[in-house]
């Protein structure tokens, strides 16, 4: 089975902190790893994927395969990050994408 | 705008109608998918087409949903006698894939169908 688990619904940092959004994954083979952000009032689109190993918008990830893991990072958060946020999960030979709940990010001045 | 169009955006429906939607992909993407997202929850897949060939079903999709893509364009998805439990927000999705690519390429989502079954 493929699932993908969120542990936060939310998390509120201020302006310029830190920010890792964890996301945890459970499947039998190798997965392919996405975060996708939906800023408010606009769609869903995909922020980053593993395979690329790039960085956007100063966002990181890295996939863990020891911890089943793929956390978003930002060292430095900016109040134009507030969104939702879901991880998802693409197993072999499939083109189907599994989600995660989602956690919001909300960052203050 | 040259993005995923879906519509409506917005149905109401009274329990038992059938519903129907339309979306339409980003005009040279080959791949289209359906997912459904209800509040508090990321979106589930229903289905997926490479042109108008229907290839992935997730069993959410029961015998009340079809959908189609005749001409490897557009697409609609169909919900006959609707429940009450299929209210939620119907979110469509292209990509392009070059031939023999497996990978999964950039999904580009819709704006989404709101439905509202009473």
């Known amino acids: 089975a493929q699932r993908v688990t969120q542990p936060e619904k939310l998390l509120s940092v201020f302006k310029g902190a830190p920010v890792e959004l964890k996301c945890n994954y459970s499947?039998?083979?190798?997965?392919?790893l996405f975060w996708y952000v939906q800023y408010s009032r606009q769609r869903l689109q995909l922020l980053l994927r593993?395979?690329s190993r790039e960085s956007i918008k100063g966002f990181t990830a890295d996939l863990n395969k020891g911890e089943t893991s793929f956390h978003l990072k930002k060292p430095f958060a900016q109040e134009e990050d507030s969104a939702m946020y879901y991880c998802?999960?693409?197993?072999?030979?499939?083109?189907?994408?599994?989600f995660g709940t989602g956690t919001r990010l909300l960052v203050s001045p | 705008d040259t993005g995923v169009s879906q519509n409506p955006r917005h149905k109401i429906t009274k329990r038992g109608q059938n519903v129907t939607f339309r979306c339409d992909p980003i005009?040279?993407?080959?791949?289209l998918y359906w997912y459904r997202q209800t509040l508090g929850q990321g979106p589930e897949f229903l289905t997926y087409?490479?042109?108008?060939?229907?290839?992935?079903k997730s069993r959410l999709l029961s015998d009340r949903f079809s959908a189609e893509r005749p001409k490897g364009s557009f697409s609609t998805l169909e919900i006959q006698r609707t429940e009450q439990g299929d209210s939620a927000m119907y979110l469509c999705?292209?990509?392009?894939?070059?031939?023999?690519?497996?990978?999964?390429?950039?999904?580009?989502f819709g704006s989404g169908t709101q439905l509202s079954v009473l």
């Open positions: 593993h395979i």
């Open positions: 499947y039998s083979g190798s997965p392919e």
């Open positions: 998802a999960l693409r197993g072999t030979g499939f083109q189907k994408l599994v």
């Open positions: 087409f490479q042109n108008e060939a229907q290839l992935e």
């Open positions: 005009s040279e993407h080959n791949r």
């Open positions: 999705a292209s990509s392009l894939a070059p031939p023999g690519q497996g990978a999964q390429q950039k999904l580009f």
